[in-house]
């Protein structure tokens, strides 16, 4: 199975700031990779697919990058409703498998 | 508007059986893969199974294979997921989520407690 780390695994931040989490995979996945943030209680809710491509309806402000094994997803200034468990998941090959979270908090 | 709604969670016993089921509306249904994606309480998110538009492909995690079976009926637009011989670490939120190059929509989840 493809194992994804996630650094950091809490991140402290504030509002207007600009932050990046790091996601790395243990083998090249390409470009198959999808960035979630999720919300307690709720459902995750994808941000970023095929590793750079926004999803409609998200913001500007949230950028993916990376290809291979290192993947980057930067927001470039966080608002209040960005703080959230964001995930990173691997969909190169079965089975899929996430990263552990990072919990962007203020 | 695409829609997604789990249903079928409850308690069961280990060792017990539980289906969940997902309605789905607002898209082609018989044109996409779907999936089940579960998160224990407290915990990240974990792949389940998913299965292919006209259900002639399923794939499974490891843990799940053999106890848990995914199925659909595109004519009812609905997703299934027979879960039997149940485990205490089988506990968790159930959603269904749609695949498009990513799950890109999710239901809002059914949560399965398996306790004795």
């Known amino acids: 199975d493809i194992q994804m780390t996630q650094s950091p695994d809490t991140l402290s931040a504030s509002v207007g700031d600009r932050v990046t989490i790091t996601c790395r995979a243990s083998?090249?996945?390409?470009?198959?990779l999808a960035w979630y943030h999720q919300k307690p209680g709720k459902a995750p809710k994808l941000l970023i697919y095929?590793?750079?491509n926004l999803e409609t309806g998200v913001p500007s402000r949230f950028t993916g990058s990376g290809s291979g094994t290192e993947f980057t997803l930067t927001i470039s200034s966080l608002q209040p409703d960005d703080f959230a468990t964001y995930y990173c998941q691997q969909y190169n090959s079965y089975p899929y498998t996430f990263g552990q979270g990072t919990k962007l908090e203020i | 508007e695409v829609q997604l709604v789990e249903s079928g969670g409850g308690l069961v016993v280990p060792g017990g059986s539980l289906r969940l089921s997902c309605a789905a509306s607002?898209?082609?249904?018989?044109?996409?893969?779907m999936n089940w994606v579960r998160q224990a309480p407290g915990k990240g998110l974990e792949w389940v199974a998913n299965i292919k538009g006209d259900g002639s492909k399923t794939f499974y995690v490891d843990s799940v294979r053999g106890r848990f079976t995914i199925s659909r009926d595109n004519a009812k637009n609905s997703l299934y997921l027979q879960m039997n011989s149940l485990r205490v670490d089988d506990t968790a939120v159930y959603y269904c989520?749609?695949?498009?190059?990513?799950?890109?929509?999710w239901g809002q989840g059914a949560l399965v407690t398996v306790s004795s």
């Open positions: 095929k590793a750079s």
């Open positions: 607002g898209f082609p249904f018989s044109t996409y893969w």
């Open positions: 083998e090249s996945i390409s470009s198959w």
């Open positions: 989520a749609r695949f498009a190059w990513s799950l890109d929509y």
